[in-house]
């Protein structure tokens, strides 16, 4: 059983940083791809950042693009996601999700394994 659990979210006032962590624990992978979502108030979950399993390759909603960065720790089987220029429009529940499919993806539910997420809230 692969368990996510993400931590690190909380209140921001705008421009701020927030570092969101995610451990994933039991059967772990050699390897994985991985990825952050999230769900506002009323709004469908959406895309914010993967990394994919072969290469590291990572890839960016345009609306985080150059102010969020995730990245992988295979050595603590953790995933993160640093958010800079923090906006009120990013206020949402923050999901991780994972598992060990080759190709690179930006749709939730494809993904097996998936956390049960964390708060962020940016003020203005």
Known sequence: QVRLEESGGGLVQAG???RLSCVVSGRTFSNYRAAWFRQAPGKEREFVAG???IGSI???ADSVKGRFTISRAYAGNTVALQMDSLRPEDTAVYYCAADNKAYSGR???DYDYRGQGTQVTVSS
């Open 58 to 60: 990572t890839s960016y």
């Open 16 to 18: 701020g940083s927030l």
């Open 51 to 53: 990394i994919s399993r």
């Open 107 to 109: 749709v939730y539910m």
